[in-house]
């Protein structure tokens, strides 16, 4: 990565940054930001996006399968930063962008089983809003098996609530919207270009995103 020509970049231990002749800090995680940065009023987010590839996620998609939820793969374009409602995607409204998602959380550590529920069995589950932090705030629920019958793949549920650090995108968008609902599912062209797949949330409503209407 050549910093003198990124706005704002970021990597996880793959840096070995000198510290003396022949000596090394090894696998050091970095982020790069540019000066012109502090001078716009969301610098923070940029700060927390780069952040975010530090501690070890990637950038947040949507998956657009056009008229359908979700599709054969060879059927949809992920759409890299779609998802407005994270950190780790973009946000066409001008606001801070929000919380980590809850597939973010969890790789990073924030959140565990006092704030997950995996799904193993039919039932009625209770979903509190996300920016409470306060009981479930994401379902797992299992989306692909292996031939053991373990889940290898998940759907993560969440719900957004026009509370907090989330108010003005959801007032906008969806003030009366359901769950959401994201996967982490191993795309080919990503595979292929980048060497890893992101995050990708799902539109409930086709046709309509980010409102769901």
Not at 161 to 174: C, F, K, L, N, V
């Amino acid at each position: 990565v050549d910093e003198r020509n990124c706005f704002g970049c970021a990597g996880v231990g793959v840096w070995d940054v000198p510290i003396g002749d022949e000596e090394y800090l090894r696998d050091v995680s970095i982020s790069w930001l540019q000066p012109v940065i502090f001078q716009h009023d969301n610098y923070y987010s940029v700060v927390g996006h780069e952040l975010g590839h530090n501690f070890g996620v990637l950038h947040a998609n949507l998956l657009d399968c056009g008229d359908a939820t979700i599709d054969n793969f060879d059927n949809c374009v992920s759409q890299e930063y779609g998802d407005y409602f994270d950190i780790m995607g973009s946000n066409i409204y001008n606001y801070q962008t929000g919380h980590f998602n809850s597939l973010h959380k969890e790789i990073i550590g924030w959140i565990d089983e006092n704030h997950v529920t995996t799904i193993t069995s039919s039932g009625v589950y209770d979903l509190y809003p996300f920016e409470d932090f306060d009981g479930t705030l994401a379902l797992k629920v299992p989306r692909k098996l292996d031939e053991l019958g373990n889940p290898t793949e998940y759907y993560f549920v969440e719900y957004r609530a026009e509370r907090g650090y989330d108010a003005p995108i959801i007032s906008e968008t969806q003030p009366d919207n359901g769950p959401q609902v994201r996967i982490f599912e191993y795309i080919r062209e990503y595979i292929r270009n980048r060497g890893y797949s992101p995050s990708q949330l799902l539109d409930m409503t086709p046709g309509f995103y980010p409102r769901n209407e």
